[in-house]
């Protein structure tokens, strides 16, 4: 069966710390560059990072750089998104997609979707 799976979400204080981890089955994930999305409630789905293929391109979002980060662990088909510093605005579904290429933080051409993990960020 071919899918992402996303996982690692949950509820975080402030400042506190994440890692998310999306983990493909079916394909081979390195075939593809992946991108992560989320959607606030009542917001529109934004572009978060993408990583390239090789993982030696990255593209962050302005409103993330400096407290995300993406990796890729091949042997193991998944791609992690370290986040730090979080903070309310970050509360969200984070989603995973493998596609063609990135547009900046943003991966075109999607061939696979995750269905999201949840991560809430209160006191």
């Known amino acids: 069966q071919v899918q992402l799976v996303e996982s690692g979400g949950g509820l975080v204080q402030p400042g506190g710390s994440l890692r998310l981890s999306c983990a493909a089955s079916?394909?081979?994930?390195?075939?593809?560059?992946i991108g992560w999305f989320r959607q606030a409630p009542g917001k529109e789905r934004e572009g978060v990072v993408c990583?390239?293929?090789?993982?030696?391109?990255?593209y962050y979002a302005d409103s993330v750089k400096g407290r995300f980060t993406i990796s890729r662990d091949d042997a193991k088909n998944t791609v992690y998104l370290e986040m730090g510093s979080l903070k309310p605005e970050d509360t969200a579904v984070y989603t995973c997609?493998?596609?063609?290429?990135?547009?900046?933080?943003?991966?075109?051409?999607?061939?696979?979707w995750g269905k999201g993990t949840l991560v809430t960020v209160s006191s």
């Open positions: 997609a493998a596609g063609s290429y990135c547009s900046g933080e943003y991966i075109s051409g999607v061939n696979y």
């Open positions: 079916g394909f081979t994930l390195d075939h593809y560059p």
């Open positions: 990583v390239s293929r090789t993982g030696g391109s990255k």
